[in-house]
C-alpha cells in the first residue's frame, strides 16, 4: 500500500502537469496567429531560434544534472548539497530555461517571455504545496533549509557539494527523455512556420 505522503506528492506532481499541459495548449494557439518581426526566414527569427535551442540543450543538461543529486530522494530526504545548495528547486530552474528555449522557437521573444510567465506562475503554486509538504514531513531540518536557500534564484556563495553520489540509472534517463521532449518544440513550430509561409495559417499580429 503506498504511503499517504507519497499519495499527496504524486497528487501534487499530478496537478503540475495537467496545468502545465493547459498553458502550453494556450500558449501555442498564440503562437498559430502571431508571427515574429520580420516573418519566418528572417535574422530576428532565426537569431531567436538559436537561442532557444541553446537553452533547451541547457535545460535538459542541467535537469539531468540536478536528477543526479536528487534521485528519488526528495521524499526521504533534505538534499542541500549539489545544485540544490545554491537553490531549493533547480530543477524548476532548468525548467524555466527549457520554457524560454521553447517558445523561442516561434522566433519571438515575446511568445519566449510568455513560456517563461507561464512556467514560473504554474511552478510557483506547484511549489507552495511542495513545501508545505515537505515542512510537514522534516520540520525544522527542511525549515532551516529552506531559511537559508533561495527558492529559485541561486545564491553561488552557498555552494556546498557532496564527496560521493549514489545515482539512480532509471530516474537519470528518465530525466534525459522527459527534457529531450523539448525538442518537439522545434518541428512543432516548423510546422506552424510552414503553416504561416504558405498562407494556411492566418497571422493576426507580429511580435518582437
Avoid at 527569427?45 to 543526479?68: D, F, K, N, P, Q
Avoid at 548539497?81 to 530555461?97: A, M, W
Avoid at 506562475?121 to 508545505?132: D, K
Wanted: aromatic residues 10%; contains cysteine.
Amino acid at each position: 500500500m503506498t504511503p499517504a505522503p507519497a499519495l499527496e506528492l504524486a497528487t501534487i506532481q499530478k496537478l503540475r502537469k495537467v496545468a502545465v499541459g493547459v498553458a502550453l495548449l494556450g500558449l501555442i494557439a498564440l503562437s498559430v496567429v502571431s508571427q515574429s518581426i520580420g516573418g519566418v526566414d528572417g535574422r530576428w527569427h532565426e537569431s531567436v531560434e538559436a537561442a532557444g535551442l541553446a537553452a533547451i540543450v541547457l535545460s535538459v543538461v542541467g535537469r539531468a544534472w540536478c536528477t543526479l543529486y536528487i534521485g528519488g530522494r526528495k521524499k526521504a530526504e533534505i538534499v542541500d548539497r549539489g545544485p540544490y545548495s545554491i537553490s531549493r528547486n533547480p530543477l524548476y530552474v532548468f525548467s524555466f530555461v527549457g520554457a524560454f528555449g521553447i517558445g523561442a522557437q516561434s522566433g519571438s521573444l515575446v511568445i519566449a517571455a510568455a513560456f517563461v510567465g507561464a512556467a514560473v506562475l504554474v511552478f510557483h503554486f506547484t511549489v507552495q504545496r511542495e513545501e508545505a509538504f515537505l515542512l510537514r514531513e522534516f520540520g525544522e531540518s527542511y525549515a532551516g533549509y529552506r531559511a537559508r536557500t533561495p527558492r529559485f534564484w541561486p545564491r553561488f556563495s552557498l555552494w556546498r557539494d557532496a564527496d560521493e553520489l549514489i545515482v539512480r540509472p532509471s530516474l537519470f534517463l528518465l530525466t534525459i527523455r522527459d527534457g529531450l521532449v523539448f525538442l518537439l518544440a522545434i518541428p512543432l513550430f516548423e510546422l506552424i512556420d510552414a503553416g504561416q509561409a504558405m498562407h494556411i495559417l492566418g497571422v493576426a499580429v507580429h511580435l518582437p
